[in-house]
Nanobody
């Protein structure tokens, strides 16, 4: 019903930048929040950054000052600007959209398939 499409991952050298994009589409009444999570091999998934309907943001301590999340309400799109990337940022990044598809129904969570970010030193 609701699809989440991610793009922007890739290979980058330490100190470089990447911009991840995520768009939610389908039957959406409203999006409560969108966020990025990441999971490295052998580690638990963790929240990287999120942004809610009031544009309040949350960041993992490890990315504060380096990553910036932003949201385009018109297109239900979220972006993650990642600067000064470090090797420890290497992970699969997953986009999450928390939404309702009608009044009084939801919220639901939709997840993207993931995009790989690899930072080389």
């Amino acid at each position: 019903q609701v699809q989440v499409a991610e793009s922007g991952g890739g290979l980058v050298q330490a100190g470089g930048s990447l911009r991840l994009s995520c768009a939610a589409s389908g039957t959406i009444f409203s999006v409560n929040a969108m966020g990025w999570y990441r999971q490295a091999p052998g580690k638990q998934r963790e929240l990287v950054a999120s942004i809610d309907s009031s544009l309040s943001t949350n960041y993992a301590d490890s990315v504060k000052g380096r990553f910036t999340i932003s949201r385009d309400f018109a297109k239900n799109t979220v972006h993650l600007q990642m600067n000064n990337l470090k090797s420890e940022d290497t992970a699969a990044y997953y986009c999450n959209a928390r939404y309702s598809n009608r009044v009084g129904v939801g919220p639901f969570d939709a997840w993207g398939q993931g995009t790989q970010v690899t930072v080389s030193s």
